[in-house]
C-alpha cells in the first residue's frame, strides 16, 4: 500500500467535514441574516465585535477560505499519491465546484440574499459535501479491502431450528415467590425492549418541539411520549414471540424471556396487545392522526419488519428505517393534527440513519446474524460492502441534516451539533475501517447513537428556549 494514502484519506476526511461545518452553518437562518449586515465582497464593512451579523459573515467567509486550501490539498495529495482513478476524478470535481461555491457566496452576498443565488449555493455546497464523502468511501474500501472478507452466502433457513422444549425457564423452580415475580417482572420489561426507548421518545419529542416552538404543552408531550413508550414496548414484545425460534439459536438473544420459556407465548401476546391497545388509546386523546400513526408503526415493526423484510431481504435494515422514522411523524402531527414538511424532513433524517447505525451491529454480530438465518449486509455481500455502506448512508443522513437547517428556523446550536458530533461520528468509521474489530465497531455504533441523541436535544432546545 502506498504509504501517503491514509494521509490523502484523512485529508479527504478533514475536507469533508470542512465542507460541512460551512454549509450547515450556512443553511441556518442567523447565515443568511447575516446578508443583510454585509452586502460586500470579498470584505464587510463596519465594526465586526458590535454586530453579530458582521461577526457570522466574517467567520463564514474566513472558514470557506481556509477549508477552500484543505480542498485544493486534498486534490493535489490525491492525484500525487495515485489514489483510485474515480477517487481522484471526484477530488478534483470538488476542487473544480469550489470557485464556483465562492462566485455564488459573492453573488448572496452583493444580492442582498434575493433569487435563485442562496438555493444554488446551499446547493453547490452539497455537491462539494457529497463529492467528498463518495471519494472517502471509495478511498477507505480500497485502502482496507479484506481478503478474508468472504461473506456467508448462505444463511441457515429460518425454519430449520428445533424450538427448545415447552416448560419453565432453567433454576426458575428454585426461586423464592418474591425472587420469582421480581424475575418474572424483568422479564416482561425485558419483552419492551427498554434501551432503545430513550433514542425513539427523543425523536417524538424533536417532531413536537419542531412543531409546537415554545408553545409545547405538558399534556401533549405526557400522552405523547407514554403512548410512544407502550408503542415500542408492544411490537418490541411481538418481535420477541414472532422470533422466538430464532432468537435460541444466536447467542446474543438466546437468553430472551420468550425464547427461554420463561414467559408463555400466549402470556407474551397478552402483554403486546394490552400495550398496543393502551398506547393507541392514549395517542387517541391526542388526536386521532397520531393514534393512526401510532397503530402503522406497531404493524410495521411488528409484522412488515419482522416477519416480511428482516428473514427474506438484505434491505431489511433500508426499509426497516421506515418504523423507527415513524415517532418523528407522530410528534409532528401531536401537534399539528397534520403531516408537514419539517416533520417529514426530520423523519428522513432517521431513515437515512437507521443503516448507519445498525449496519456497526452486523459487522460486530455477523456470525450470530448468519446461524440466526437472516440475510444481513455483511452476511450476504460481506465486511468491505459493509463498511462502505455505512460512509454512503452517514453521509446522505448529514445531508439529509443540512436540509433541515435550511427548512426550519434552527440555529447554530444545531448546526455546531451535526457538525462536530457528525465529524466524531466519520472519525469512528474511518477508524472502523482501518481497525475492522469488533470494538471499533461497537464505538462507531456508539457514535451513530451520541450523534442522533445529541442531534435531536439541539433540536428540542433550539425550537423551544432558543
Ligand atoms: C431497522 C432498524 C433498526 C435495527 C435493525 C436496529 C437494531 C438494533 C439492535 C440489534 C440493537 C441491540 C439491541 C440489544 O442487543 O439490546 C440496537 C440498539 C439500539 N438501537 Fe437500534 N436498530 C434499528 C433502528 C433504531 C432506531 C430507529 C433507533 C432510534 C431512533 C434505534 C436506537 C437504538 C438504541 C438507543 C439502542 C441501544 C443502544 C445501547 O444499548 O447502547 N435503533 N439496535
Ligand atoms: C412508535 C413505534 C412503535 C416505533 C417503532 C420503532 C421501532 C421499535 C423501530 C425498530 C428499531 C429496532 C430496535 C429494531 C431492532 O431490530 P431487531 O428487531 O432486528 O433487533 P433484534 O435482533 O435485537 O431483535
Redo the contacts with the bound molecule.
Keep these: 500500500m502506498n504509504s501517503r494514502r491514509p494521509r490523502f484519506t484523512t485529508l479527504l476526511a478533514a475536507s469533508a467535514v470542512g465542507v460541512y461545518l460551512l454549509v450547515v452553518l450556512g443553511a441556518t437562518a442567523d447565515v443568511a441574516h447575516a446578508v443583510n449586515s454585509c452586502s460586500t465582497w470579498p470584505v464587510c464593512q463596519g465594526p465586526v465585535l458590535e454586530d453579530t451579523g458582521l461577526l457570522v459573515a466574517w467567520s463564514h467567509r474566513l472558514t470557506a477560505a481556509v477549508v477552500g486550501l484543505f480542498v485544493l490539498a486534498t486534490a493535489v495529495v490525491g492525484v500525487r499519491s495515485a489514489a483510485r482513478r474515480r477517487v481522484t476524478a471526484l477530488a478534483i470535481t470538488a476542487l473544480l465546484l469550489y470557485p464556483v461555491q465562492i462566485g455564488l457566496g459573492a453573488l448572496v452576498a452583493t444580492s442582498g440574499g434575493a433569487g435563485p443565488f442562496p438555493g444554488a449555493h446551499l446547493a453547490t455546497g452539497m455537491a462539494i459535501f457529497t463529492t467528498l464523502v463518495l471519494a472517502l468511501a471509495w478511498q477507505l474500501e480500497s485502502e482496507t479491502r479484506t481478503p478474508d472478507d468472504a461473506p456467508v452466502v448462505d444463511p441457515v433457513d429460518l425454519d430449520a431450528g428445533d424450538s427448545a422444549a415447552e416448560g419453565p425457564a432453567p433454576g426458575v423452580a428454585s426461586l423464592s415467590t418474591r425472587e420469582r415475580i421480581t424475575a418474572t417482572a424483568g422479564a416482561y420489561f425485558r419483552l419492551t425492549?427498554p434501551?432503545?426507548m430513550?433514542?425513539?421518545c427523543l425523536?417524538a419529542a424533536a417532531g413536537m418541539a419542531l412543531a409546537a416552538g415554545p408553545d409545547l404543552t405538558t399534556p401533549t408531550v405526557l400522552f405523547t411520549l407514554t403512548g410512544g413508550v407502550l408503542a415500542i414496548g408492544a411490537s418490541g414484545t411481538f418481535n420477541h414471540v414472532i422470533e422466538r425460534d430464532v432468537d435460541q439459536r444466536m447467542e446474543?438473544t438466546s437468553d430472551r424471556p420468550v425464547a427461554t420459556h420463561q414467559i408463555p407465548v400466549k402470556n407474551a401476546l397478552a402483554f403486546g396487545g394490552f400495550l398496543s391497545v393502551t398506547s393507541v388509546w392514549l395517542f387517541w386523546q391526542v388526536n386521532a392522526l397520531a393514534a393512526a400513526l401510532g397503530f402503522a408503526a406497531i404493524l410495521f415493526y411488528s409484522v412488515v419488519?419482522t416477519v416480511v423484510l428482516k428473514p427474506n431481504t438484505v434491505q431489511?435494515?433500508v426499509i426497516?428505517?421506515f418504523?423507527?422514522?415513524l415517532p418523528a411523524l407522530i410528534g409532528w402531527a401531536a401537534v399539528t393534527g397534520e403531516i408537514g414538511l419539517p416533520g417529514l424532513a426530520l423523519a428522513g433524517v432517521?431513515f437515512l440513519w437507521?443503516p448507519a447505525?445498525?449496519y456497526n451491529?452486523a459487522l460486530a454480530y455477523k456470525e450470530d446474524y448468519a446461524r440466526g438465518g437472516f440475510p444481513m449486509m455483511p452476511v450476504v455481500h460481506g465486511e468491505t460492502v459493509t463498511r462502505k455502506h455505512i460512509v454512503f448512508y452517514l453521509g446522505a443522513t448529514l445531508v439529509a441534516a443540512g436540509g433541515m437547517a435550511a427548512l426550519t428556523p434552527l440555529g447554530p446550536l444545531y448546526a455546531a451539533t451535526t457538525a462536530v458530533l457528525g465529524a466524531v461520528f466519520l472519525w469512528a468509521v474511518v477508524r472502523l475501517h482501518r481497525e475492522r474489530t469488533e470494538q471499533a465497531a461497537f464505538r462507531a455504533f456508539?457514535a451513530s447513537?451520541a450523534y442522533?441523541g445529541a442531534l435531536l436535544v439541539a433540536i428540542v432546545v433550539d425550537s423551544i428556549a432558543l
Design positions: 425492549k434501551r432503545l430513550w433514542l425513539l425523536v446474543r419488519y431489511n435494515t426497516g428505517g418504523a423507527g422514522s432517521i437507521t447505525h445498525f451491529l456508539h447513537n442522533l
